[in-house]
């Protein structure tokens, strides 16, 4: 079976924001560290919610798929005339 | 491009900067003063009273809070720090004190005649104790940094209901012999280090003020 990338985009960032907020929010930052730590936590978040958005946002280059999804509508839309 | 993908971006951009702002307003927005401003009391205290009732040389009537030249005689005056989150403190110095902001986000350094007070905030590793960070980590330090460093005594007590624990040591600077204690209070966060810093033949008169200041601090708004 194989994944599609976009289901790994989304799993990997939502391991960046995870990561991002345990930073920011549970980690025992060292003293003097805190601007270090807000940095980190800040890019490991907006990297994961880009990553999200990307995910969200992936539109399929297989032509087959995008056919099959507008026959489907346009199936529906039939039906709902039918009807 | 549909609404759908519309609404996705709006989302994710309204998330990145809420994100953005809540990251960066905390260190920007800091307010906390520079290393040796003046920091003026909010209060004065009523430890004094309790503090000259253990003073077998009591002064006259009236004459409570005036300086006498004996550390026991002086009035107390509140301070508090709120320059990190989850470690804001009140502690009282004695009103004679003239007090600056340490170096370090939550110290105060408080220089009186009889002797130097400090308070500061210690970050103390989640994977260990105040106790066994004091003998593993702060006392070797010492013992490096400080002629002739001596441990007097270590013993654990109580200061507002946190646990604390006490070390005075003796050492050698280019004249004489200092004596100072370290009242290490353990925090929700972080742990205060309230320190004083005298002579040694000073110490020991000074020994109900140096209680009273430990015994004046408090964790604010913790739990």
Redesign the interface.
């Known amino acids: 079976m194989r994944m599609e990338g976009r289901y790994l985009v989304a799993i990997l960032s939502l391991l960046l924001i995870f990561g991002g907020v345990y930073f ?1 929010t549970l980690y ?1 930052v ?2 003097g560290q ?2 270090l730590n ?1 940095w980190v ?2 890019v490991l ?2 990297f994961g ?2 990553g ?2 990307i995910s ?2 992936w539109k399929s280059r297989n032509p087959l798929e995008s056919r099959h999804k507008n026959i489907t509508h346009d199936d529906d839309s039939s039906f709902e005339r039918d009807a | 491009m549909d609404k759908s ?1 519309i609404l ?2 709006a989302v ?1 951009i309204s ?2 900067v809420a ?2 702002v809540y ?2 307003s ?2 920007f927005s800091s307010n906390v003063p520079g290393g040796g401003t003046q920091i003026q009391p909010i209060g004065s205290s009523s430890l004094t009273s309790t503090l000259t009732k253990t003073n077998s040389s009591l002064p006259p009537k009236g004459e409570t809070n005036a300086p006498h030249g004996n550390a026991t005689d002086t009035a107390l005056s509140i301070f508090e720090n709120r320059d990190k989150p989850e470690n804001h403190y009140s502690i009282q110095f004695p009103s004679d004190a003239t007090v600056v902001h340490g170096d ?1 986000a939550g110290s105060y350094l408080a220089s009186t005649k009889y002797g130097t007070f400090t308070s500061a ?3 103390i ?2 994977n260990t104790s105040v106790q066994l960070y004091v003998l593993t980590h702060d006392e070797p330090k010492l013992k490096s940094s400080l002629d002739n460093y001596t441990r007097v005594s270590i013993d654990e007590n109580t200061v507002s209901g946190h646990r604390a624990w006490n070390l005075i040591y003796t050492w050698q600077n280019a004249t004489s012999t200092m004596k100072s204690a370290r009242t290490y209070v353990e925090g929700r ?1 972080q742990a205060m280090v309230i320190e004083y810093t005298a002579l040694s033949e000073v110490f020991a008169k000074n020994n109900p003020t140096i209680k009273s200041v430990a015994n004046s601090f408090q964790w604010i708004d913790a739990a």
């Open positions: 920011k025992d060292p003293d805190e601007r807000a936590s800040w978040v907006v919610i880009v999200i958005m969200a946002l | 993908r996705i971006l994710g998330a990145l994100f953005s990251t960066f905390e260190i370090r905030l210690e970050d590793p989640d966060d």
